[in-house]
């Protein structure tokens, strides 16, 4: 596999694309609230939404468009208010924000995807949305991708951005995102929008397989609390504005643009969690030597998930018996007696059985890192998986009982 | 169905039962930490266990001992200390204790059931626990229920004890009990010990099927934190002190009976929630109108267990949106145009919207109540579930993040 190149610009890194920013007024004290995201040309479009039943007015509208299959040419982004929960008015309203969207840059309004982030349950504020599109339509730059990425966050205390190039058929094609999350996150998927763009030229079957599988490898990997939200996005544009023959599943360079985007999405769903609400601490959770990979998938959420594992890493506390506890309900097969777990490599418990008491020092500055990986072995067959969680603190707890309603 | 009287008294309000608590130097500071409960006869015991794939060295012995069928004149039960990972040394710690107390009481070793609660991976400190065998057999009293109950208490800030009394022809039968448990609180089981007894004779596997069945609609409806401990054991022992033929499913006070145990079950788990660590409010998740029962009890148990949802209640925060999600992701068929939410009655969602603003003053005066109910309406059915829960609050986070290795 070629080795990819890093590089700047977030979700207008790859060609043709514009992207933008601004205080459309629907979140207070003039916070940027409304993002764009245009191609120059019709780009093919692949999406995965959330599994949540009960699903936001915008996933509706994207999940209704991408299987459409007529491509896209803008994707408009509000954040303070999720358009869910909001009756047939929320859907009507997510159309309406699309066809003004398109007299803005006169476009076919099938070409144009709405998402939406925020509270559940507000009507979406039209006068507003109004103003938001009137104003970001001139503000649209080839370099506007990290003043999008701002726009979109809500309880987000940083913007996410990744963007790398690859090299097909011997031209450099880009592959680059942006993502929002911070709360409410939980596989299949997180409480999340993503935008991911490249400029290659890609088939609308062989892109939809590639984010597929490149989410289940990223952001369906990712928990802060288990909360999975209803409004839960991740698009990806190809507008081949890299030229070059489109991108079909059995090209010789295919593989290199799946890692290409399977990167992308696994940095920016990292950077969700690392910007999880309250963490401290980012933590890689590897299980392997299960029964099989599901087996070792259970006992990784199950890990990641418990509030009690969570706590105890925000206390710096090395603690391998809520771990061994989490894994015996998480219903994957397990035999206290064989197994290991170690943090960062250093062994807390062994075959069943605590380390040496003298041991603790080290597992102790282990734990004050800002991230480490907690391996644990199973010994029961060649089942592995890894999930990205945080620790959690009392500024988790802060955070959510702050008056949303 | 019979009212039932509620007596004073605990695990020692029926006959025949003595029970004692003393300091044995598994805790510090001469806390509490070590309980006998002693029946005058062999009772018959039925058992409940963690479903946890991880178990305790004590819940093998338990659930071996109840399984045989020899029935059970003594359980003792320490604190401080789950012996739990503590590989085959454990076991043989178990076994050991039984046989000192077996020594002490003059009776059979193999009618002692032994339980453990505490910290998970240290070795049992058997001289101490010889220490405690010394202790609490002279201190067994017919009264000796409120002290025993005090002993088996770890993180909790109360000890938990509840009695009733039912007719059974004619002649008044007991059934009381005590319970541990604070955090690691999770249906099937939770981080508990709760034992039961009657002096009503009962059969024994008409015995079993009664407590399997009061599990189930007690401790095994309450969640804390959604970890379950490898440590959960309920026991209920009936010996016949009160008189009269032996129970059996087809007798005409069954019911009466079955009612009394469940009864006492719910009592004393609604207490472990109420005693949830960190909680200050006890909320009743009711969920009703599903399409089914099983869809009912996934949303009623997502509800409860959403850590969003319950710091939003410690806010004090009526939120729906978090509810209405959680039902989203529970995996329970829900449309969600036709769904409500109510606090204590007071509707706060109607039909999939939120109602006016106007009502919001009386929905955050029922959120400022130390004890309220969260009713949820599918409308798509006649599927029906509660469940018992708590919020979570900042000393959640505090006391669970305290160093525990």
């Not at 099989?292 to 603690?319: C, E, H």
């Not at 597992?363 to 991230?371: D, H, I, Q, Y």
Request: charged share 20%.
């Amino acid at each position: 596999m070629q080795d990819l190149i890093v590089v700047e610009g977030g979700v207008t890194a790859a060609r043709g694309y514009r992207a933008a920013g601004v205080s459309a007024g629907i979140k207070k004290a003039g916070r940027l609230d409304f993002a764009m995201l245009v191609s120059e040309r019709p780009a093919v479009v692949a999406g995965v939404f959330t599994t949540n039943r009960i699903q936001g007015a915008p996933v509706k509208l994207c999940r209704e468009r991408v299987a459409g299959g007529a491509g896209a040419r803008a994707v408009v982004i509000n954040s303070g208010n999720a358009n869910a929960c909001t009756g047939p008015e929320g859907l009507d309203n997510a159309r309406q924000t699309a066809r003004l969207v398109a007299g803005g840059l006169g476009c076919d309004e099938g070409q144009v995807l709405v998402c939406s982030t925020g509270t559940i349950g507000i009507p979406l504020p039209m006068d507003k949305i109004a103003n938001g599109v009137t104003l970001v339509v001139p503000a649209l730059k080839p370099d506007g991708g990290a003043i999008a990425a701002h726009a979109i966050m809500t309880t987000d205390t940083v913007d996410k951005q990744f963007a790398v190039e690859v090299r097909i058929d011997g031209r450099a094609v880009r592959v680059g995102g942006m993502a929002k999350g911070a709360g409410m996150i939980e596989p299949h998927m997180a409480t999340m929008l993503a935008f991911v763009t490249t400029d290659a030229a890609v088939g609308r079957e062989a892109l939809q397989a590639c984010l597929a599988r490149a989410v289940e490898r990223s952001f369906n990997r990712i928990t802060v609390d288990g909360d999975q939200s209803c409004n839960d996005t991740v698009l990806l544009l190809a507008n081949g504005a890299a030229g070059g023959a489109t991108l079909e599943a059995g090209h010789r360079d295919w593989p290199a643009f799946v890692q290409a985007v399977e990167t992308v999405c696994r940095e920016l769903a990292i950077r969700v969690v690392k910007d999880g609400e309250g963490a401290t601490k980012f933590v890689t959770v590897e299980v392997r030597g299960a029964a099989s990979d599901g087996d070792a998938d259970l006992a990784a959420r199950a890990i990641a998930r418990s509030f009690l594992v969570k706590t105890s890493w925000f206390g710096g506390d090395p603690n391998w018996g809520r771990v061994i506890n989490a894994v015996g309900y998480s219903g994957a097969a397990v035999r206290g007696d064989v197994v290991d777990i170690a943090y960062d490599g250093l062994t807390a418990f062994q075959q069943g059985r605590p380390v040496l008491h003298a041991r603790l020092p080290e597992l102790e500055a282990v734990l004050r890192k800002p991230a480490f990986t907690l391996a644990v072995d199973l010994h029961l067959g060649q089942g592995a998986a890894v999930m990205y969680t945080c620790d959690c603190s009392e500024d988790y707890v802060k955070i959510n009982s702050e008056y949303m309603t």
